[in-house]
């Protein structure tokens, strides 16, 4: 039997393509790169530009292209208000239309005379007629979940057709739906442009690119959320390094990929000296500034092969790759020394010190739980000797 026809045309197939970037990926990049380049392929615009918005610094970050020579677009960073042509989609939240030269500083450089802006929304919100209780079957917006009414054409708020982009926004402006528009809800604005060929950008192409990009809003924001997640599951929450719970899983792996493959590593274990007197004598809060203290200096003198984790209290473990007994208590000094010689902020400048244990694989175990015991004991034997200094067994 032979199967069905596709009964979608080609471009209805492409948006479907695109708007399945919401459910496949997690990967911010990814979904950045494939709606550039899907959207250069299904609209067939001369060029296509993506920019971010960075809501701590107020500013408009260009990020990637199609079409623009490169560093046209990354490299324009731009203050997000109003006056700026660029940025006015973050703060309207209305695509805008250019069909002449503009006078904008930032749209002259990108050589732009027939382009189109498009907001991106990370968030989901509801229609206007949903929040009017707006039942007027014949409007275009009626019935849309995805868009708010200023971002489809034709709509009539009351008995006044808005197909102008110019009338709708001076229309929208004084409605109570409007004035809820959050700019920390726009993740970016993309740029199409058909400065090259003349082809004009007409308002169904606008239309058609906003409901992707609602959707491709909703998917960077959701790969956000899983990326912090992620990330929260493998830091610890005060310092910021990898967490206990990562350092074993990557120690493990490392003791069964030596094992078959060879090799050698040692591991570090770390403890702050008189720990408990910093807490009793400053407070807590001062003591869990000079973990993040201690953090940084481990952090910031290891190696970039080398992995470093907050193992619990005042307790670090340090996995040296490629190392042996030798080398890696030449390391552990090395950071002994780094600590000892750094002043305390919180505690006036007045420094501290910690003590190490080293253990490294073959020398002194071939498993996980041997190496940790070695390292264990061996830091037992730095306390109980005279605290600041490394040892091993």
């Known amino acids: ?16 393509e695109m708007l399945s970037l919401v459910y496949e990926e997690m990967d911010i ?40 020579d490169a560093g046209t677009i990354s490299s324009l960073q731009i203050p997000v208000t109003a006056d700026n042509l660029l940025t006015r989609p973050l703060v309207t939240g209305f695509p805008v239309f250019k069909q002449e030269e503009a006078a904008d500083p930032y749209i002259l ?13 990370n968030k989901k919100r509801l229609s206007c007629w949903q929040i009017l209780k707006c039942y ?30 110019g009338q709708k926004e001076q229309v929208c402006r004084e409605c109570e739906v409007y004035a809820q528009q959050d700019v920390d809800a726009i993740e970016g604005v993309m740029v199409v442009d058909n400065s090259v ?101 481990l952090q910031n003198g290891i190696r970039s092969s080398d992995m470093v984790c907050r193992y619990g209290g005042e307790e670090f473990a340090v996995l040296l790759l490629n190392s042996g007994k030798e080398l ?29 244990g080293v253990a490294s694989f073959g020398e002194d175990s071939i498993s996980f739980e041997g190496l940790l015991s070695k390292a264990d004991q061996a830091l037992y034997q730095a306390k109980t000797g005279g605290r600041n200094q490394v040892r091993t067994l």
């Open 1 to 16: 039997m032979s199967q069905p026809e596709n009964t979608f045309p080609p471009k209805e197939i492409a948006l479907l």
């Open 29 to 68: 990049d990814a979904i950045e790169e494939r709606f550039v380049n899907l959207t250069a392929d299904i609209f067939g615009f001369d060029r296509v530009g993506l920019f971010f918005v960075k809501h701590r610094k107020g500013m408009l970050q260009g990020k990637l292209c199609r079409g623009f």
């Open 197 to 297: 060929s003349g082809r004009p950008i007409d308002s169904e192409q606008v239309t058609l690119l906003s409901i992707v990009a609602h959707a491709v809003g909703g998917a960077i924001n959701n790969a956000k959320v899983y990326s912090r997640t992620l990330r929260e599951s493998i830091h610890d929450e005060l310092t910021g390094l990898y967490n206990r719970r990562f350092f074993n899983e990557r120690l493990l792996d490392e003791v069964e990929r030596t094992r078959r493959y060879g090799g050698h590593f040692s591991l570090v274990i770390c403890d702050i000296d008189l720990f408990k007197r910093v807490n009793d004598t400053h407070g807590h809060p001062i003591g869990d500034r000079v973990l993040m203290q201690v953090a940084s200096v």
């Open 109 to 121: 450089k990108m050589g732009l005379t027939n382009f189109a802006l498009v907001p991106i929304v």
């Open 136 to 165: 007027k079957n014949e409007c275009p917006a009626f019935g849309k979940r995805w868009l708010r009414c200023w971002l489809v054409p034709g709509t009539k708020c009351g008995d006044i057709p808005l197909d102008d982009y």
């Open 328 to 356: 890696a208590c030449g390391l552990a000094e090395q950071l002994r020394n780094k600590i000892a010689a750094t002043p305390m902020a919180d505690l006036g400048g007045e420094s501290i010190t910690a003590s190490f």
